[in-house]
């Protein structure tokens, strides 16, 4: 980016994290919501809770700085940050419910990283982005060598090495990094797990705006499929090969293999049992930081998923006949309310029937009438001798639920994740597709579900026929709580 005065000034006027950071109450926002947001690592919060953590900083901000400090009220305020000429906020409404939440944008993430990084640091860690970056240009520099002997060499030199060091260590000379040394390191792992994150709500906001165009352009198409079609797959074609696209996407795969999962736990467990690491006091949620990042990158799938039912629901024909009329009524709504977004008109909006209260006055209501009672014959019953087959009574099939919910707990008790298909494969099923699907129904209720659609497993069971049948899905994990 160009850093003249043009661009610079652009973007003072235009940016929200420099609108943020000139903000008359900018101390008052960047802690808010970098207590509630960034802290725990919170992407989502509704609208309820959201005002009653900001009542509650407003109350103690006007018990130390007096009443007409921040005279407004909290939701007030919320929606005033969610509003387009600040944008520190993004206000939506979840699927099925109809709660207002609010999530971070990527700007105003940034700017609270911008302000992390300007309080003073306890030491200055040079070594290890040394390393970093000697190392980086290694790998750059092997991964683009196209001659063989080059990179047999390169090979050969770093097992020579490698020789060499485990002969010093069976001699007894054992390298051992100092306290500086482990504090520098895990000073830039800090650094470098807070950014992944962030960069997780940028890619998520990318695939949003990918979303929100796509929707908008089905609302005011009114040419053939094809043709829109073709220019919204190109985009998402286009966002998926970009260099931010393959990134992420092998990120996710790198993360999604469970041996690298159960690595990754293994490796912060160990470092942060360390004494010099101790010392610091480092938040213990770092120690599921990997579960943090699996939470964010899913947020990232679910918008791809929501692009592609958009998609699907644009292409089912039959719904599209059916409701025509229905369609072109609410394509009129929805391009009227894109017309009205940015500038509402001026004076009445909408017009609503029967706003009046309705008053029913006590002493017209009806007198109370008992209820007739009915008489009953004494009339003498026959018995029937019809042939019915109460067997069926006995054969209901009943799947226990609590039984399912504890095999999954103990699988979960030895290890911090397990499969779907693991724990059917320990734990056979007895009722069939029943069963199964009851255990899907618990996977979609539970805490916390990781979900690969690029893996396809089979689960397979035999019927009181002896007949043997499978099922294909995708992977899905369970992680303990």
């Known amino acids: ?35 509630v947001f960034i802290t725990p690592n ?26 007409e400090a921040f005279p407004g009220t909290a939701a007030g305020y919320l929606n005033d940050w969610a509003e387009n000429e600040k944008g520190w906020l993004r206000k939506f409404y979840a699927h099925g419910t109809d709660e207002p939440y609010f999530d ?113 352009r089905i609302a005011l198409w009114d040419g053939a499929k094809g043709a829109l079609l073709e220019e919204i797959m190109g985009e998402r074609d286009a966002i998926a090969d970009s260099d931010q696209g393959k990134s992420f996407h092998a990120f996710w795969d790198f993360l999604m293999s469970q041996s690298r999962q159960e690595e990754l736990s293994r490796l912060l467990e160990l470092v942060m049992s360390l004494p010099p690491i101790r010392a610091m006091h480092p938040d213990a949620r770092l120690q599921r930081v990997h579960y943090d990042w699996l939470e964010a990158g899913e947020h990232t799938q679910r918008m791809v998923a929501k692009l592609s039912e958009q998609l699907r629901r644009f292409l089912d024909d039959q719904a599209w006949l059916e409701n ?18 940015e500038k509402f008109p001026p004076g009445d909006f909408m017009s609503m029937a029967e706003t009046s209260a309705t008053v029913e006055v ?14 009953i014959g004494g009339i003498v019953l026959d018995g ?63 805490p916390k579900t990781a979900v690969d659609d690029e893996v396809q497993e089979q689960v397979s069971w035999q019927t009181e026929t002896g007949v043997i049948r499978q099922a294909t899905l995708s992977r899905i994990i369970l992680l303990r709580n």
């Open 42 to 67: 919170v992407r989502n919060l509704s609208q309820a809770d959201l005002v009653e953590a900001l009542e509650d900083e407003l109350f103690a901000l006007r018990e130390q700085l007096g009443t």
């Open 104 to 216: 971070l944008t990527p700007a105003t993430e940034k700017a609270l990283a911008w302000l992390e990084g300007l309080t003073e640091r306890p030491f200055v860690g040079t070594e290890s982005r040394l390393l970093t970056l000697f190392d980086l240009l290694r790998q750059m520099s092997e991964g683009s060598q196209t001659d063989p002997q080059v990179r047999i060499a390169e090979l050969q030199k770093r097992r020579s090495e490698i020789d060499a060091e485990i002969t010093r260590i069976l001699a007894g000379d054992i390298p051992l990094l100092d306290d500086t040394g482990l504090k520098d390191r895990f000073q830039q792992f800090l650094q470098l797990a807070r950014e992944l994150l962030t960069d997780f709500r940028e890619v998520e906001h990318n695939f949003r705006m990918l979303d929100r165009r796509v929707r908008e």
């Open 384 to 446: 029937g001798d019809a042939d019915v087959d109460t067997a069926a009574l006995y054969a209901q099939v009943v799947v226990d639920r609590a039984e399912l919910i504890r095999n999954i707990q103990q699988e979960l008790q030895g290890r911090s994740q397990v499969s779907l298909v693991e724990v059917v494969t320990r734990h056979p099923l007895r009722h069939g597709l029943a069963e199964l699907v009851a255990y899907l129904q618990i996977a979609g209720e539970w």
């Open 362 to 375: 006590p002493l017209e209501l009806r007198l109370h009438r008992p209820s007739l009672k009915p008489i």
């Open 1 to 35: 980016m160009a850093m003249d005065y043009t661009t610079l000034e652009l973007l003072r006027q235009n940016h929200p994290a420099w609108r943020l950071l000139c903000a008359n109450h900018a101390p008052l926002v960047a802690g808010f919501l970098h207590r």
């Open 324 to 341: 025509r009329r229905i369609m072109n009524i609410l394509h009129r709504i929805e391009s009227s309310a894109l017309a009205l977004r």
